[in-house]
């Protein structure tokens, strides 16, 4: 039986692998110059986020089925490279490193630095699920997770334009984020804190929790209260960090 169900989850995964590579073909049809590129790459990042609902399903799927394997695990890890690695820096390399170029050799815009740059993402993202398949606490996250770092930039063009921010911003927030994955700043697991929040003691406040966060959906555009939510994620593990570093060195 366990043979059997063990579809369902890798299903969910292989969802998440398509949605990302469908963004990458959304992005590759893009064109700077054209009016209707930000609606391609407002898309894409759409398909990214829908990527993460599709992740963060196929665990629980396999978990409440009781159909978790080695195979499901490696599939899940080249399914998130490939969604939360690729797919983001693809994005912003189109979106803000295209021209970013070197002049050497006596040559205009020959080295482009732009490529390398947008490489930093899936690199980060190789080495963080390397070391999370290697060795992971089960009640939290070394460094940020690649679905979040995935959503961070996916999020970006709904809720920002391209003229709207600086180049050198896009740099140092990209770089910032993709650097987190690799940190060994700590992160909780937000289906730990689910179990924890869905005790009968504090269903009612879990409820009223849902209740205002879906009215806040209902009176903003959903990509801002997104962005807020995953923003407070980011920063909560910098805090953690800032504040266990004062603790200690207080000791």
């Not at 963004?23 to 990214?48: D, K, R, W």
């Not at 266990?244 to 000791?251: E, L």
Request: glycine share 8%; with cysteine; hydrophobic share 55%.
């Amino acid at each position: 039986m366990k043979l059997k169900l063990t579809w369902i989850p890798n299903t969910l995964t292989l969802g998440n692998l398509t949605l990302g590579f469908v963004s990458m073909l959304l992005v590759a049809e893009t064109n700077p110059s054209q009016a209707n590129s930000h609606e391609l790459y407002s898309l894409a990042g759409v398909f990214i986020i829908l990527a993460a609902l599709f992740d963060g399903f196929d665990g629980m799927a396999a978990r409440a089925l009781n159909c978790t394997s080695e195979l499901g695990a490696d599939l899940d890890s080249l399914a998130d490279l490939t969604t939360f690695g690729i797919a983001p820096g693809f994005l912003s390399y189109k979106m803000f490193f295209y021209d970013i170029k070197l002049d050497i050799f006596d040559k205009p815009d020959y080295f482009p630095l732009g490529m390398f740059i947008a490489a930093l993402y899936p690199i980060c993202a190789a080495y963080r699920l390397a070391r999370f398949n290697v060795a992971h606490d089960p009640k939290s996250f070394n460094g940020l997770p690649s679905p979040v770092a995935g959503v961070v930039i996916g999020i970006f063009p709904l809720v920002f334009s391209v003229s709207q921010v600086p180049v050198w911003i896009a740099v140092v927030f990209f770089v910032f984020t993709a650097l987190l994955m690799v940190s060994t700043l700590r992160y909780s697991k937000p289906q730990v804190a689910i179990r924890g929040l869905f005790s009968w003691k504090k269903l009612g406040i879990s409820l009223l929790g849902l209740g205002l966060l879906l009215l806040a959906i209902g009176f903003y555009r959903w990509p801002y209260v997104m962005y807020g939510a995953v923003g407070f994620y980011v920063f909560s593990g910098i805090v953690s960090f800032l504040i266990q570093t004062i603790q200690d060195y207080r000791v």
